[in-house]
């Protein structure tokens, strides 16, 4: 999911009048809200079914670490969801927006590639050892945590494709310019590391190259549409924290 602000292009948005401004509205409240808000909502859906269902096979008097085991892991993934659902219902209109085509597609392929990685579990290429697996469900914890962290700050800024409405640093943001990105990262790499199935080990490599692309555009023109986004860029780091 897109992080934050931008323009199109190398103009802001344009204020239409009449008919034009009316389809602009229509075209908002379906691209920009609805279809957003409904394609998360659906995989919430799915996930809240999958959580509910963990919680009930969970045995009397569980501990925390049969919880971090199941539930909490999907628990957070479900407020990963659930939250864009809100945001989306109830953003403003933006400012400006890159309305390229290749920015557009960028934004959609790298939402939707995540859910390739673990939405087909077969085959399976080769049993990991015990020590990967086990590291995978914090590894999981911590990069869901820090997306809902990420969400919690980011609010009605969040976008799919680039749009500008306001610059999020504080935070996670005060330490790296994309922890959205760096979270759905770590949760591809658990993902793949727990169940290296064949599409999710083909899937890793250009998803993360499609994740790049997506911030190297946002970068480029959140320069343009903030005049302190270049002090923001020197005091941070891109996807690590201090280092890279």
């Given at each position: ?23 602009e509205e229509v075209r908002f409240l379906v691209f920009g809200r609805s279809l957003p808000a409904v394609l998360f909502g659906v995989l919430g859906f ?124 504080g935070g996670p943001y005060g330490l790296i310019r994309h922890p959205l990105y760096a979270a759905e990262v770590l949760v591809a790499f658990a993902i793949t ?52």
């Amino acid at each position: 999911m897109a992080e934050r602000a931008l323009d199109r292009g190398r103009h802001p948005v344009p204020h239409a009048t009449g008919v034009h401004q009316r389809l602009e509205e229509v075209r908002f409240l379906v691209f920009g809200r609805s279809l957003p808000a409904v394609l998360f909502g659906v995989l919430g859906f799915r996930v809240l079914l999958n959580f509910l269902s963990q919680v009930r096979g969970l045995p009397p008097h569980a501990n925390l670490v049969a919880l971090a085991a199941g539930p909490l892991p999907t628990g957070l993934y479900f407020l990963f969801c659930a939250i864009p659902v809100g945001i989306y219902l109830t953003r403003p209109r933006p400012t400006a927006r890159d309305g390229r085509l290749v920015a557009r597609a960028a934004g959609m392929v790298g939402t939707t590639m995540l859910l390739v990685v673990g939405a087909f579990p077969e085959p399976v290429l080769f049993t990991p050892p015990a020590a990967l697996r086990d590291a995978a469900t914090p590894l999981t914890i911590v990069a869901f945590s820090v997306a809902v962290t990420s969400l919690l700050y980011l609010r009605r800024s969040l976008s799919i494709i680039p749009e500008a409405r306001r610059l999020v640093t504080g935070g996670p943001y005060g330490l790296i310019r994309h922890p959205l990105y760096a979270a759905e990262v770590l949760v591809a790499f658990a993902i793949t590391i727990s169940r290296p199935a064949l599409w999710a080990v083909l899937a890793i490599i250009p998803f993360i190259g499609v994740l790049l692309v997506r911030a190297s555009f946002e970068e480029r023109l959140l320069g343009r549409a903030f005049p302190g986004y270049r002090a923001y860029v020197a005091r941070t780091k891109r996807l690590i924290p201090l280092v890279w």
